[in-house]
């Protein structure tokens, strides 16, 4: 069975300071994983993709992913924060019939 | 290319009452899926069509909801009567196939349902 763990529900950074939203997850096989942004009010946007390429995933605006297969864990990252990155982040992990399965979100806040 | 459109965006209803929403997937998108989403809570999959089939309704709780995909198109959830724990964001989402893992989900903006 497929699961996802956010492990922290809310995040809270300074802008021009480094972002680390944790993602741990469960597959019985080689799953591929995303990275989405909610905006509040707007739909959901992909950040980035894993699926079985480079360990490591850019995306937009920044975002980067490590796949760590030893951790199971997909990390998001971005160097810099923005005040514009403050939004809602879902890990997904996805399973053989293309269904997604959502983590619990990790709220980020940037401070100015 | 045009995203994942839904109408409405907005619903206020009271419960018992019956509500309709409306998803036209990206074009040539095979698959659509229909997710709940309760404030503070990730997506929940409701239901999953691959064109007009459907692959997967095992969350769907089927004595008030329901979905269509007449002609594997856009796509029509329905709920009735409704009750005031299905208040929360409907998204509707596409993506080309479910033959591989590696598809994007393609989401659109949701219906926001408030039921008093």
């Known amino acids: 069975a497929q699961s996802v763990t956010q492990l922290d529900s809310h995040v809270s950074v300074s802008e021009g300071t480094p972002v680390l939203l944790r993602c741990n997850y469960s597959s019985s096989y080689s799953p591929s994983l995303f990275w989405y942004v909610q905006h509040p009010n707007k739909g959901l946007q992909l950040l980035l993709k894993?699926?079985?390429?480079?360990?490591l995933v850019k995306g937009i605006n920044g975002f980067e992913a490590e796949f760590k297969k030893s951790e199971t864990s997909f990390h998001l990252t971005k160097p810099s924060a923005h005040m514009s990155d403050a939004a809602e982040y879902f890990c997904v992990v996805s399973d053989r019939g293309n269904q997604f399965y959502f983590g619990t979100g990790t709220s980020l806040t940037v401070i100015p | 290319e045009a995203g994942v459109a839904q109408s409405p965006r907005y619903k206020i209803i009271e419960k018992r009452q019956s509500v309709a929403f409306w998803c036209n997937p990206i074009s040539g998108h095979a698959t659509l899926y229909w997710y709940q989403q309760i404030l503070g809570q990730g997506p929940k999959l409701l239901i999953q069509?691959?064109?007009?089939?459907?692959?997967?309704d095992s969350q769907l709780p089927k004595d008030r909801f329901s979905a269509e995909r007449l002609k594997g198109v856009d796509s029509t959830l329905k709920i009735q009567p409704a009750k005031l724990e299905d208040s929360a964001v409907y998204l509707c989402a596409s993506s080309r196939s479910r033959e591989t893992t590696q598809e994007t989900q393609y989401f659109g903006p949701g219906t926001r349902l408030l039921v008093l």
């Open positions: 894993y699926t079985s390429a480079a360990t």
């Open positions: 069509f691959q064109n007009n089939g459907v692959v997967d």
